[in-house]
């Protein structure tokens, strides 16, 4: 069993950076392919950003690409998303996820074996 637990969302000005955290607890963290998505208010939850297990490799969606960083510590069972340049479309519910010794494809289409609450970023314009 793993838990997630996302922080650092709040509301901030369109143009200014954020970074989102993600602490985990239970199974060996590094072993998990992990990933942030995000759903904006009547809107699908969309795939935002991940990192896998082995080899350590990013992908990102287009709508974010150049923008945000995701990252990860496995010594402190903890990912990031930075976000910087923040739009007011940004604004959305963000959530991270986890599936374990997972590739890309699964954990981006949402197949998760863990999810966190969420935390709420809003972007004002």
């Known amino acids: 069993q793993v838990q997630l637990v996302e922080s650092g969302g709040r509301l901030v000005q369109a143009g200014d950076s954020l970074r989102l955290s993600c602490a985990a607890s239970?199974?060996?963290?590094?072993?998990?392919?992990v990933a942030w998505f995000r759903q904006a208010p009547g809107k699908e939850r969309e795939f935002v950003a991940a990192?896998?297990?082995?080899?350590?490799?990013?992908y990102y969606a287009d709508s974010v690409k150049g923008r945000f960083t995701i990252s990860r510590d496995n010594a402190k069972n903890t990912m990031y998303l930075q976000m910087n340049t923040l739009k007011p479309e940004d604004t959305a519910v963000y959530y991270c996820a986890a599936k374990y010794r997972s590739g890309y494809e699964q954990i981006s289409a949402g197949r998760a074996d863990y999810w966190g609450q969420g935390t709420q970023v809003t972007v004002s314009s």
């Open positions: 239970g199974r060996a963290f590094r072993d998990y392919t």
């Open positions: 990192v896998t297990w082995l080899p350590l490799t990013t």
